[in-house]
T-cell receptor, first 113, second 116 residues
Framework: DQQVKQNSPSLSVQEGRISILNCDYT??????FLWYKKYPAEGPTFLISISSIKDKNEDGRFTVFLNKSAKHLSLHIVPSQPGDSAVYFC????????????FGKGITLSVRP | EAGVAQSPRYKIIEKRQSVAFWCNPISGHATLYWYQQILGQGPKLLIQ????????DSQLPKDRFSAERLKGVDSTLKIQPAKLEDSAVYLC??????????????FGPGTRLLVL
């Protein structure tokens, strides 16, 4: 049973435009959400996170939005750059239990020059 | 600051053979995680250590997988005997381990295992 779902396996956008990556979750106990970015042959690297007490967190070109009632979060990248081309994983945690992360399957983002 | 180190980077074995992976976390990080990432999937937690104690090993196939973290620093993950479905990337991650709420996990480059 997939508790974190990234239903779109890939996304292609033009350089300079906005990239919107979506993620849905089913476990209502999740209260902390993260996005990781992964290049080929490397481990995932932390990108941005959001606690369930917030609905938005911004860091430079990256913004994460959380809609708790819909159990949905999204990552916005504005403007998109070719170096953003990577696999993006959504992850969630129930911090009342431990720091264990549950990951989605990932979305492959391609930014066209 | 040095990142999470893992070795080997690649390993090819035949089914029923044994294999071991090594991980050295970031210095001072109390929590260490082993994840299995099968092609096309997200990482799945196998085991989590806090210092040298196990916090969560609920998804570790204990009939064939074992892990240890002697002295609370580096760790080894072993598979014995390996099956074809164990082909995956094995990722090690670490975090400070001082606050469950929202700690960033730092990942190593992973070990890519192919079982033939």
């Amino acid at each position: 049973d997939q508790q974190v779902k990234q239903n779109s396996p890939s996304l292609s956008v033009q350089e300079g435009r906005i990239s919107i990556l979506n993620c849905d979750y089913t476990n209502s106990m999740f209260d902390y959400f993260l996005w990781y970015k992964k290049y080929p042959a490397e481990g995932p690297t932390f990108l941005i996170s959001i606690s369930s007490i917030k609905d938005k967190n911004e860091d430079g070109r990256f913004t994460v939005f959380l809609n708790k009632s819909a159990k949905h979060l999204s990552l916005h990248i504005v403007p998109s750059q070719p170096g953003d081309s990577a696999v993006y994983f959504c992850a969630a945690s129930d911090t009342g239990a431990n720091s264990k992360l549950t990951f989605g399957k990932g979305i492959t983002l391609s930014v066209r020059p | 600051e040095a990142g999470v180190a893992q070795s080997p980077r690649y390993k090819i074995i035949e089914k029923r053979q044994s294999v071991a992976f090594w991980c050295n976390p970031i210095s001072g990080h109390a929590t260490l995680y082993w994840y299995q990432q099968i092609l096309g999937q997200g990482p799945k937690l196998l085991i989590q250590f806090q210092n040298n104690g196990v916090v969560d090993d609920s998804q570790l196939p204990k009939d064939r997988f074992s892990a240890e973290r002697l002295k609370g620093v580096d760790s080894t993950l072993k598979i014995q005997p390996a099956k074809l479905e164990d082909s995956a990337v094995y990722l090690c991650a670490s975090s400070l381990g001082r606050d469950w709420r929202g700690e960033t996990q730092y990942f190593g480059p992973g070990t890519r295992l192919l079982v033939l």
